[in-house]
């Protein structure tokens, strides 16, 4: 990495401390980086700052270095109140500043006064979400122990100043705010616990901002916001070389010089084939072997974490993180994924959402792959920060589909640069346009499907995560860029490996032609838990039960309706010889006025004819008459349909 000349200088440090230059050392740090020289004399010198830098440039040292040489420097704390504070955005990254602090505290030299051997300040306090501490412990130990330096996430600080803490520990004696991602920390998201939390705290008092992502204008408002005073700024910028232009040799950049920082445009449908074929690509060219994965929603994670060993080489170990798995599933996959041994033949690969973005210090990360651009615009460098740390060489990859490309403008605004890598693998290319579909789409799909097909959650899974990706992407902050109505969501469900399209209203007009459901007879796909699959069958049987029913209502009704059909055809059959009779009356009164020869038979037949007509006639109004006050009474229920129906069936 790019380091200043500035050594770690052992003026820095109190009297007394070399336990610190030696944990220096034992790091291997020679020289300071540029972020460092230029903000630990000015945070040591009682200065606020504002430090943006891009990522693995070493921020972190740059505000331990000054808290824990402020907090050495003045008389000691009673148990019960806090010099330093310092808060992070993710449970995970504040863990890790815990520990950075942690090695320092340990390495401080005893010393023997009034023959007691006691270390210089206590141990430093981590209030995350765990199952291990519960807010009160977390009182309860550091009314016991005292800690001068609290490090946390904005909930659990608020608990401990404000909530169960407010009255036990006091700030009184605080030196040190330091806020790490402040621009993450002061967005909407933690603003009213932040607010909160500033309030509560004295105004006399060194606060430190630090992220790569504070442009000027975040500065400025947080500034206000977090209560600085008279602050210094302080921008480490990087240069990189223009690729081709000879006149400008180098631009300024956002990202570290030595990150490739690269794009791949595919199909939706090709967005799972391309992620293998990258990771392929990179243990074979590079001799990658650590890998991290980012995808837009937690439920994402979780389907691709189970269907990618279906597509990837077996020697591949797969971890996942997001904010949904509990505090201590979190930790351990850290964890596991950081040690573990890897080679380019068996490479570890982390599946995670952002919450791994930020502030993640794992050195080994060869290559970062984002198979969705992320939501907010800033999360990208940040991700793409997780390799090419302290100096090392790493690359970036982003899947962009269709109309996507245009992020590579949006990026290039805001200082970065992307570069386009041609698509891996297939037939070589003609014009991105003009290809076909890559013909293992198809493969993968079955290889997914068959996945899915082991077990029913799978399956229930794969829909959520799909459904949760379309619900993110229409929410992406570049809403001009991510539309929901552009997106080839039959491509997806192929990149998903679903095995039939979930019912969404997004889907109401796609064009199907190039899709087709898996074979699956849904009635028997089972799931692989016992007790699951016992509910499903039940419910199954439920619902057979009442479809039945359904049925069978059914065609009783319609059995009812044939049974009244006598009635009614028979009121309309009524309404006709009336109309008929009405017309013989009016035409034999015509014929009388006409004089008409008639003859008399003809004349006494029509006259029987007509005294039989108006005989049935009245039966038919009395019929009716009586049909229509049985019905008024069958609609107020006081008569069945059945004793209805008997009694005028025959009519
Ligand atoms: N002076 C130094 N010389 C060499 N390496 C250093 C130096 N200071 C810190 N490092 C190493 O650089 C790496 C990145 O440091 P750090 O995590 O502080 O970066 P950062 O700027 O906070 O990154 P991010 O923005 O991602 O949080 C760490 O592994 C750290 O040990």
Sequence with gaps: MAVSSVGFNRGFFAEDNDGSMDVIDSMGHAKMTPVQASTIPLFMKHKDVVVEAVTGSGKTLAFVIPVLEKLIARPRLRKNEVGALIISPTRELATQIHSVFSSFLSAQPNFDSDN?????????????????????????????????????????????????????????????????????????????????????????????LFSATMTDADAISELVRAGLRNPARIVVKVQSRKEGVTQQPTEERRIPANLQNYYITCRASEKTLQLVRLILHETTKFQASQFIVFFATGACVDHFYRILPSVLPSEATLHSLHGHLTPSARTRTLETFSSAITTPSSPAILLCTDVAARGLDLPHVDAVIQYDPPSDAKAFSHRCGRTARAGRAGRAYTLLVGREEEYVDLMSVRRIPMKRHSYVGGKALQSEEDRTEDEDVSLYLSRCRKTLLADRALHDQAAKAFVSFVKAYSKHEASYIFRVKDLNLVGLAKSYGLLRLPKMPELKDADLDDWEDANVDWNEYAYADKVQEAKRKASLMKTTEEEQLTRKRKAERVESKKANAPWSRKLGKKEEREKRKQIKISKKKWEKAQGNDVKPEENLKRTRE??????????????????????????KGEVSQKAFDSKFADL
């Design 116 to 208: 007691t051997s006691t270390s210089l300040l206590p141990p430093a306090l981590l209030l995350v979400s765990s199952q291990q501490s519960s807010p009160e412990q977390d009182i309860e130990r550091f009314l016991s122990t005292g800690a001068d330096i609290v490090i946390g996430t904005p909930g659990r600080i608020e608990e401990f100043l404000l909530g169960k803490g407010r009255g036990k520990v006091s700030v009184k004696e605080l030196e040190v705010l330091v806020l790490d991602e402040a621009d993450r920390l002061l967005d909407l998201g933690f603003q009213n616990t932040l607010t909160r939390i500033l309030t509560h705290l004295p105004k006399q008092r060194r606060t430190g």
């Design 610 to 635: 007509e005294v039989e007509d108006s005989e049935d006639e009245e039966d038919d109004w009395d019929d009716l008459a009586k049909e229509e006050r049985m019905a008024k009474k069958v609609r």
